[in-house]
């Protein structure tokens, strides 16, 4: 069988879409000749507009803000093929005896709050469109014990669990997959300062294949569980990290 993305002329939807990972897959949707609403919590779109790509300034931690955004792509259409959630962020980096309720609560909420409200926003949307997918963000670091990274941990397992229910709630409908990458070369591996939050050289020296991750190798494994050469696949987590972490 050909694996292909026959996404001509279909709207799909990208929670994220100002990311690192999120920019490479928007271009790679584009290319695939898809309409994409990239949305995001920035006011402008980071990806130039053009005729098959719209942008809409979202919270995905407010469901109001999700619902706004579900109307919007109403009145464009009433089919989205696919969903992908990507928000994600530590925003305050302190163990769990240091941490505040406020800090783990807004840690946790962007990482899975958001898919949460966006997944639950757009489900009528997807139930009405065949062979619809959604694909999840979740992380490696949902799958280890890692000092001061509590509440996003907490948020990507959730992720998982989470799109695990959905998955067996919503078929044969609606497809449910996660991605769990390793260390992706974007933003979020930087502090504000230009240095990695972990010591890139040593981590690459034990990546079997050599590499931390770039976004467009994590955006192609998001396309193909969107494809046809994913129809039998829900509910699944796939890793994407070099061989770093072997499930
Ligand atoms: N880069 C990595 O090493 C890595 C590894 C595993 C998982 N991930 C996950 O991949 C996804 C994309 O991340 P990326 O690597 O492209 O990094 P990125 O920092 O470029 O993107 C982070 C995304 O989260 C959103 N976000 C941040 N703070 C937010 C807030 N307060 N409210 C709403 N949204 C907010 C950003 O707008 C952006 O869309 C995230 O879910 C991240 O957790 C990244």
Redesign the pocket.
């Given at each position: 069988m050909k694996v292909s993305y026959k996404s001509k002329d279909n709207y799909i939807v990208v929670i994220?879409?100002?990311?690192?990972?999120?920019i490479a897959l928007v271009k790679q949707l584009l290319e695939t000749g898809a309409i994409v609403i990239g949305a995001?919590?920035?006011e402008k779109s980071k990806v130039p507009f053009n005729e098959n790509y719209l942008y809409y300034k979202v919270?995905?931690?407010d469901y109001n803000s999700v619902t706004s955004l579900v109307d919007f792509v109403k009145e464009k259409t009433n089919k989205i093929v696919g969903l992908i959630n990507?928000?994600?962020?530590i925003?305050h980096f302190k163990s769990i005896e240091e941490i505040s309720i406020e800090e783990w609560n807004?840690t946790y909420d962007?990482?899975f709050k958001?898919c949460f409200n966006s997944c639950k926003a757009f489900l009528p949307l997807l139930k009405s469109t065949p062979n619809s997918a959604i694909v999840n963000?979740?992380?490696?670091?949902a799958f280890i014990g890692q000092k001061n990274y509590g509440p996003?941990t907490a948020g990507?397992a959730s992720v998982i669990a989470f799109s695990k229910t959905l998955a067996a709630e919503v078929a044969p409908e609606i497809r449910v997959n996660t991605v769990?990458?390793?260390?992706?070369?974007?933003?979020?591996?930087y502090k504000e300062d230009g240095s990695t939050r972990f010591n890139k050289e040593q981590y690459e020296k034990i990546v079997p294949l050599g590499s931390?991750?770039t976004?467009e190798e994590?955006s192609s494994v998001i396309l193909f569980l969107l494809s046809d050469g994913a129809t039998h696949m829900t509910g699944q987590c796939l890793h994407v990290n070099g061989g770093a972490g072997m499930h």
């Open positions: 994220g879409s100002n990311s690192g990972i999120g995001d919590i920035q919270n995905p931690l990507l928000s994600g962020a925003t807004h962007i990482s958001s963000m979740s992380s490696g670091l996003y990507k769990a990458p390793g260390a992706v070369d974007t933003n979020f591996i931390i991750g976004p994590i």
